[in-house]
């Protein structure tokens, strides 16, 4: 059974930085494309970042294309989202989740999720 646990979550400024983090377990972690995703309240998932299986494809939502950025330690079943130059409308939970595939970025194409955890940016 797969578990997607994040962390990293909190309150920071506007103008401030968070690390996101995500451990996985349950099936082969480096096979597997990986995904953070955020929601806030009254509003829909929406798609944050994606990085394929080996880390070597990245997408970014418009919205915080260069500002955050996703990695991955396929030793440590981890995955990161570095996330700069925070901006209020940033607040919401952000969701880790795993895909079926090797390379995806449409929520439709990811099968786990994580519990999510909060962040909040204020201005």
């Known amino acids: 059974q797969v578990q997607l646990v994040e962390s990293g979550g909190g309150l920071v400024q506007a103008g401030g930085s968070l690390r996101l983090s995500c451990a996985a377990s349950?099936?082969?972690?480096?096979?597997?494309?990986m995904g953070w995703f955020r929601q806030a309240p009254g509003k829909e998932r929406e798609f944050v970042a994606a990085i394929s299986w080996s880390g070597g494809i990245t997408y970014y939502a418009d919205s915080v294309k260069g500002r955050f950025t996703i990695s991955r330690d396929n030793a440590k079943n981890t995955v990161f989202l570095q996330m700069n130059s925070l901006k209020p409308e940033d607040t919401a939970v952000y969701y880790c989740a795993q895909s079926r595939f090797q390379v995806a970025a449409g929520l439709a194409e990811y099968e786990y999720w994580g519990q999510g955890t909060q962040v909040t940016v204020s201005s």
């Open positions: 349950g099936r082969t972690f480096s096979s597997y494309a």
